[in-house]
């Protein structure tokens, strides 16, 4: 079976970049959209690690004074942020749901329920302030707390980093592809109507000098300025076969003008010729000098 090459119009071509650059357009905004919202999301989420973090640090800094001066202000302190660093932590987990997959947040959320856990929270406590074996079990496991929401913090920074990379990437490809766009709407318009208009002016102005060459044509008749085109060179062609007319009718005209000069000039000494012959024939008498006066004309 044989296949036939479709032929698209110019104007098909320009409706077809018009098209893509609109759809290009149209499908930008909810993409860029979603990066927007992503990133806002991220934007959140780090705002509350960053006060998990915090919460975490003051907790830190009154188990010191716990340790170093044994009072209870400080344990009603250090459980007053840990509890709300567990609240923080759930309400992160509540509200972004991809958090429970991560391991930061995991290893977090065990740490605190270990801190929770921990023998300094049970009363009484001042038998067990002094026991060396307890203190360092505080440190360590208040240490890995602050290790796992300072890398927690790191994470977010880098989701946030990776956000803003993506929210300024599509962008830039959109742009890319209308400036694609772009540029092949212009060099289809340079191609099928800037170029040819340049010629026709050219073509012009060798008419009027009496040079009518036809100007180059594609197969192709894909716009109004193709049609133009081959409209020149169909007028262009009658001219100049209407100029070979007048030339051929003038060099006609001054044919006849030649032989009709000629034929005049022809005629006054035969005109002579014949009178004179007449005078020799008449019979009428000639004096013998006059005939050969006559003769001698002849």
């Not at 290009?24 to 960053?50: A, D, G, H, K, W």
């Not at 290790?147 to 927690?152: A, Y």
């Not at 880098?158 to 709407?185: D, K, S, T, V």
Request: overall charge positive.
């Amino acid at each position: 079976m044989k296949l036939t090459r479709m032929r698209v119009t110019f104007l098909g071509k320009l409706n077809i970049f018009i098209g893509l650059g609109i759809g290009v357009i149209i499908l930008n905004f909810p993409i860029v959209y979603y990066e927007i919202n992503s990133m806002n999301q991220r934007i959140l989420s780090l705002e509350l690690t960053e006060d998990l973090y915090n919460t975490i640090l003051e907790m830190r800094r009154y188990e010191k004074n716990l340790l170093l001066y044994n009072d209870s202000e400080s344990l009603t302190a250090m459980l007053f942020y840990l509890n709300k660093a567990k609240k923080v932590l759930a309400g992160k987990l509540n509200k972004f749901q991809q958090a429970w997959s991560e391991p930061e947040y995991i290893r977090l959320k065990n740490g605190l329920e270990k801190y929770t856990n921990l023998d300094i929270f049970k009363s009484p406590f001042a038998d067990r302030i002094h026991d060396e074996k307890i203190q360092a079990q505080i440190r360590e496991v208040g240490k890995d707390l602050v290790e796992s929401s300072r890398s927690l913090l790191k994470t977010e920074r880098h989701h946030i980093a990776y956000e803003a990379q993506n929210a300024l990437r599509w962008p830039l490809i959109f742009m890319g592809c209308m400036f694609f766009l772009f540029l092949l709407g212009v060099r289809s318009v340079t191609k099928k109507v800037i170029k040819p208009l340049r010629k026709i002016v050219k073509a012009t102005e060798n008419v009027a000098k009496g040079d009518f060459r036809p100007i180059s044509l594609d197969e192709k008749m894909e716009s109004a300025v193709d049609l133009l085109v081959a409209a020149f060179n169909r007028m262009a062609k009658e001219l100049e076969a209407r100029e070979e007319k007048i030339v051929h009718s003038r060099k006609i005209a001054s044919l006849g003008t030649l032989v009709s000069g000629i034929a005049h000039e022809l005629n006054n000494p035969i005109n002579n010729i014949v009178l004179t012959v007449d005078s020799l024939i008449s019979g009428r008498k000639i004096p013998e000098e006059k005939k050969a006066e006559l003769l001698d004309d002849i």
